[in-house]
């Protein structure tokens, strides 16, 4: 079993960075890909980036490429999204989700865990 736990969320100014969190515990985490999703208001949940169980595969949705970077320290358990010159439209609330698939998948059900979620407002 994973269990995640997301942080870092909050408020920022658009061309502003934040960079969020999800600690995952459980002994099979470093086997897992992981994937960062997020969820605007009143849209459905969209991928933005994952991370292959050794970091040396990572995927990203074209709408965040060049701007986010996603990032993995299994030694801590610990994926990470970096994001940078944020946009009003990456207001949403953030989740991160493991897969158990060699390679992350894109698709909200090809993830076997997931975390509760972390709120990210941009401002204009």
């Known amino acids: 079993q994973v269990q995640l736990v997301e942080s870092g969320g909050g408020l920022v100014q658009a061309g502003g960075s934040l960079r969020l969190s999800c600690a995952a515990s459980g002994r099979t985490f470093s086997s897992y890909a992981m994937g960062w999703f997020r969820q605007a208001p009143g849209k459905e949940r969209e991928f933005v980036a994952a991370?292959?169980?050794?970091?040396?595969?990572?995927y990203y949705a074209d709408s965040v490429k060049g701007r986010f970077t996603i990032s993995r320290v299994n030694a801590k358990n610990t994926v990470y999204l970096q994001m940078n010159s944020l946009k009003p439209e990456d207001t949403a609330v953030y989740y991160c989700a493991a897969d158990s698939s060699v390679v992350p998948g894109k698709k909200e059900y090809e993830y076997d865990y997931w975390g509760q979620g972390t709120q990210v407002t941009v401002s204009s």
């Open positions: 991370i292959s169980w050794s970091g040396g595969y990572t």
